[in-house]
């Protein structure tokens, strides 16, 4: 099964059109060190899953010194926190071994620029992928970097470089980066990830999601999986 992450919820309306699409995961950008267009407060999130209905997990992105991290964690409580920034290998071993103290797992975002080098102190993707899963993350976001954007760029990973860390690490690796409902069927066929995070691809501009575009893709990853069972049945 694939799972979905449908990321920068700020409201909740669009919160619950995720949730009644099929969406298995919500993920609210919080107090993310940039400026980008989906960031909340620790307040505003916090209400915003304290409205969201039971079984639904919720996934906090942000980044930035340790300290900042484990207090969003601490006053918001998701199930989730997704490191998305330049935090360093020490550092995502600290967090995650605190976080684990609160019952949070944590997952992070190892961000691929077009040349196929990391923003991360290992520059080598697979090799920087093999140290992060060192750490105790649950999981992997391998995404796209430009370095003019703190996110959402809309441009998708090396599909190359995707099925390579794939194979090399032992944990859940989750794909990112330009997803759209048009070319979502094709990638998850080709990669078969455990999950998608999908951002800009579901929008109708920043901030405000699309019903139609969200239904749609969940839908295409829905008849994928069902197809999948159907074979192997």
């Not at 998305?84 to 620029?113: C, M, N, P």
């Not at 992928?129 to 441009?155: C, K, N, P, W």
């Not at 409902?181 to 990638?187: A, E, H, K, T, Y």
């Not at 579901?202 to 019903?211: R, Y």
Request: aromatic share 6%; hydrophobic share 40%; net charge positive.
């Amino acid at each position: 099964m694939t799972r979905v992450k449908v990321c920068g919820i700020m409201n909740q309306k669009d919160a619950k059109v995720c949730i009644e699409a099929g969406a298995d995961a919500v993920g609210l950008i919080v107090e993310y060190p940039l400026s980008v267009p989906w960031n909340i407060k620790r307040r505003e999130a916090r209400q915003l899953i304290t409205g969201l209905p039971p079984f639904v997990s919720t996934c906090v992105v942000t980044g930035g010194p340790a300290d900042h991290i484990l207090a969003v964690a601490r006053e918001v409580h998701p199930d989730i926190i997704q490191l998305h920034f330049q935090e360093t290998w020490a550092e995502v071993k600290a967090v995650t071994q605190q976080l684990r103290r609160y019952g949070i797992k944590s997952i992070k975002a190892l961000s691929i620029d077009r040349e196929g080098q990391c923003a991360f102190e290992v520059v080598d993707p697979v090799k920087a992928a093999q140290a992060l899963a060192e750490t105790g993350i649950a999981g992997l976001v391998v995404d796209s970097y430009r370095h003019s954007s703190g996110g959402g760029t809309g441009v998708t990973v090396d599909g190359s470089i995707f099925r390579t860390i794939q194979q090399s690490v032992n944990i859940p690796v989750i794909l990112a980066g330009g997803l759209t409902p048009d070319n979502v069927g094709s990638l998850i066929k080709k990669h078969r990830p455990y999950a998608v995070d999908v951002l800009t691809g579901v929008e109708v501009k920043p901030g405000l999601k699309d019903p139609e575009r969200l239904i749609r893709f969940i839908q295409i990853i829905k008849g994928f999986d069902l197809q999948q069972r159907a074979v192997s049945g």
